[in-house]
Protein backbone atom coordinates (compact mmCIF):
# COMPACT_ATOMS: atom_id res chain seq x y z
CA UNK A 1 0.00 0.00 0.00
CA UNK A 2 1.00 3.20 -1.24
CA UNK A 3 2.28 5.54 1.75
CA UNK A 4 -0.29 8.38 2.48
CA UNK A 5 0.60 11.90 3.82
CA UNK A 6 -1.36 12.27 6.86
CA UNK A 7 -2.56 16.12 7.58
CA UNK A 8 -4.54 15.52 11.02
CA UNK A 9 -5.91 12.57 13.12
CA UNK A 10 -8.32 11.87 15.64
CA UNK A 11 -9.42 8.46 17.70
CA UNK A 12 -11.24 7.76 14.44
CA UNK A 13 -10.27 9.42 11.75
CA UNK A 14 -7.01 10.26 9.52
CA UNK A 15 -7.24 13.03 7.09
CA UNK A 16 -4.91 12.44 4.56
CA UNK A 17 -3.55 14.68 1.02
CA UNK A 18 -5.60 13.44 -2.04
CA UNK A 19 -3.82 11.65 -4.43
CA UNK A 20 -4.09 11.67 -8.04
CA UNK A 21 -6.50 9.13 -9.65
CA UNK A 22 -9.12 10.10 -6.63
CA UNK A 23 -11.51 10.88 -8.79
CA UNK A 24 -13.46 8.02 -8.84
CA UNK A 25 -13.83 8.30 -4.98
CA UNK A 26 -14.97 11.82 -4.82
CA UNK A 27 -17.38 11.24 -7.47
CA UNK A 28 -18.62 7.91 -5.71
CA UNK A 29 -19.23 10.15 -2.27
CA UNK A 30 -21.42 12.53 -4.38
CA UNK A 31 -22.96 10.18 -6.72
CA UNK A 32 -26.68 10.22 -4.99
CA UNK A 33 -29.07 12.72 -3.89
CA UNK A 34 -28.55 12.32 -0.35
CA UNK A 35 -25.34 13.36 -0.41
CA UNK A 36 -25.50 16.07 -2.71
CA UNK A 37 -29.08 17.51 -1.94
CA UNK A 38 -27.40 20.34 -0.11
CA UNK A 39 -24.51 21.10 -1.79
CA UNK A 40 -24.01 23.55 -5.21
CA UNK A 41 -26.33 22.26 -8.24
CA UNK A 42 -28.06 19.84 -5.43
CA UNK A 43 -27.34 16.57 -8.03
CA UNK A 44 -25.12 13.82 -8.26
CA UNK A 45 -21.44 14.89 -9.59
CA UNK A 46 -20.19 13.81 -12.66
CA UNK A 47 -16.39 11.97 -12.83
CA UNK A 48 -15.12 15.86 -14.60
CA UNK A 49 -16.94 17.61 -12.02
CA UNK A 50 -15.13 15.68 -9.64
CA UNK A 51 -12.13 16.11 -11.34
CA UNK A 52 -12.43 19.55 -11.26
CA UNK A 53 -12.48 19.52 -7.66
CA UNK A 54 -10.15 16.99 -6.79
CA UNK A 55 -7.35 19.71 -9.24
CA UNK A 56 -9.11 22.76 -6.96
CA UNK A 57 -7.91 21.03 -3.80
CA UNK A 58 -4.43 20.65 -5.06
CA UNK A 59 -4.23 24.05 -6.23
CA UNK A 60 -5.49 25.51 -2.80
CA UNK A 61 -3.70 23.02 -0.92
CA UNK A 62 0.30 24.17 -2.91
CA UNK A 63 -1.33 27.95 -2.43
CA UNK A 64 -2.84 28.46 1.03
CA UNK A 65 -1.31 25.15 2.92
CA UNK A 66 -4.68 23.90 3.51
CA UNK A 67 -7.85 22.66 1.54
CA UNK A 68 -10.38 19.96 1.62
CA UNK A 69 -8.31 16.44 2.88
CA UNK A 70 -9.75 12.78 1.80
CA UNK A 71 -10.81 11.56 5.05
CA UNK A 72 -10.43 7.82 6.06
CA UNK A 73 -11.57 5.53 8.92
CA UNK A 74 -9.01 4.17 11.37
CA UNK A 75 -9.09 0.83 9.49
CA UNK A 76 -8.39 2.97 6.09
CA UNK A 77 -11.97 2.98 4.79
CA UNK A 78 -12.56 5.89 2.54
CA UNK A 79 -15.43 8.10 4.40
CA UNK A 80 -15.17 11.05 2.64
CA UNK A 81 -14.00 14.99 2.77
CA UNK A 82 -13.42 17.38 5.22
CA UNK A 83 -11.16 20.67 5.62
CA UNK A 84 -11.03 24.72 5.92
CA UNK A 85 -10.21 26.06 2.32
CA UNK A 86 -10.59 29.53 1.15
CA UNK A 87 -14.22 30.29 0.02
CA UNK A 88 -14.23 32.86 -2.69
CA UNK A 89 -10.54 33.67 -2.22
CA UNK A 90 -11.59 35.33 0.63
CA UNK A 91 -12.20 34.04 4.13
CA UNK A 92 -11.19 30.87 4.52
CA UNK A 93 -14.20 28.17 5.06
CA UNK A 94 -14.98 24.75 6.88
CA UNK A 95 -16.49 22.35 4.81
CA UNK A 96 -16.96 18.21 4.88
CA UNK A 97 -18.97 15.70 3.46
CA UNK A 98 -19.31 12.41 4.15
CA UNK A 99 -20.49 9.03 2.79
CA UNK A 100 -24.24 7.79 3.63
CA UNK A 101 -23.00 5.06 5.90
CA UNK A 102 -21.10 7.39 8.06
CA UNK A 103 -23.81 9.71 9.04
CA UNK A 104 -25.31 9.83 12.77
CA UNK A 105 -22.12 8.46 14.29
CA UNK A 106 -20.49 11.79 15.43
CA UNK A 107 -17.72 11.62 12.80
CA UNK A 108 -18.82 15.17 11.31
CA UNK A 109 -18.65 16.61 15.12
CA UNK A 110 -15.08 14.70 15.37
CA UNK A 111 -13.94 16.12 11.96
CA UNK A 112 -15.13 20.15 12.04
CA UNK A 113 -13.68 19.89 16.27
CA UNK A 114 -10.39 18.91 14.82
CA UNK A 115 -10.26 21.07 12.17
CA UNK A 116 -11.02 24.11 14.03
CA UNK A 117 -8.24 23.07 16.68
CA UNK A 118 -5.57 22.35 14.04
CA UNK A 119 -6.67 25.61 12.16
CA UNK A 120 -6.03 27.82 14.88
CA UNK A 121 -3.39 25.90 16.45
CA UNK A 122 -1.17 26.77 12.62
CA UNK A 123 -2.34 30.10 13.12
CA UNK A 124 -3.79 30.15 8.93
CA UNK A 125 -6.07 33.27 10.19
CA UNK A 126 -8.20 34.53 13.51
CA UNK A 127 -11.45 32.89 12.17
CA UNK A 128 -13.07 30.83 9.79
CA UNK A 129 -16.39 30.40 8.46
CA UNK A 130 -19.22 27.54 7.30
CA UNK A 131 -22.62 27.65 6.15
CA UNK A 132 -25.36 25.00 5.18
CA UNK A 133 -28.53 25.08 3.26
CA UNK A 134 -31.03 26.21 5.35
CA UNK A 135 -32.98 22.50 5.79
CA UNK A 136 -29.60 20.84 6.88
CA UNK A 137 -30.52 21.02 10.36
CA UNK A 138 -27.90 18.09 11.01
CA UNK A 139 -25.15 20.23 9.89
CA UNK A 140 -26.30 23.19 11.90
CA UNK A 141 -26.03 21.08 15.16
CA UNK A 142 -22.48 20.29 13.89
CA UNK A 143 -21.14 23.52 13.74
CA UNK A 144 -22.92 25.13 17.08
CA UNK A 145 -21.66 22.15 18.72
CA UNK A 146 -17.83 22.97 18.01
CA UNK A 147 -18.64 26.46 19.16
CA UNK A 148 -19.64 28.07 15.52
CA UNK A 149 -21.90 31.03 15.85
CA UNK A 150 -24.35 32.04 13.27
CA UNK A 151 -23.85 35.03 11.46
CA UNK A 152 -26.20 36.92 8.64
CA UNK A 153 -27.01 34.65 5.78
CA UNK A 154 -25.27 33.86 2.61
CA UNK A 155 -26.22 33.79 -0.85
CA UNK A 156 -25.08 30.98 -2.94
CA UNK A 157 -26.32 30.04 -5.96
CA UNK A 158 -29.49 31.41 -5.28
CA UNK A 159 -30.45 29.81 -2.21
CA UNK A 160 -29.89 32.13 1.15
CA UNK A 161 -27.71 29.49 3.21
CA UNK A 162 -27.37 29.52 6.70
CA UNK A 163 -23.91 30.89 7.65
CA UNK A 164 -21.62 30.33 10.92
CA UNK A 165 -18.32 32.23 12.45
CA UNK A 166 -15.88 30.60 15.15
CA UNK A 167 -13.06 32.61 16.06
CA UNK A 168 -10.08 31.50 17.69
CA UNK A 169 -10.63 33.16 20.96
CA UNK A 170 -14.28 31.52 21.23
CA UNK A 171 -13.33 28.18 20.44
CA UNK A 172 -14.35 26.03 23.76
CA UNK A 173 -11.13 24.42 25.42
CA UNK A 174 -10.78 21.03 24.51
CA UNK A 175 -11.45 18.37 26.37
Avoid at 105 to 117: F, P, V
Amino acid sequence: MKEQRIILKTPRLTFVMWEEGDATLVQQLHSTMATTRYLSGSAPWSLEKAEERLRGWFEEQARDGTTKYKLLAKDGQFLGRAGISKFRNEQFELGYSLREEAWGKGLATEAAGALADWFFERKFASDFIAFTHPENAASQRVLRKIGMRERAPILIDGVLDTAFELTADKRPAKL
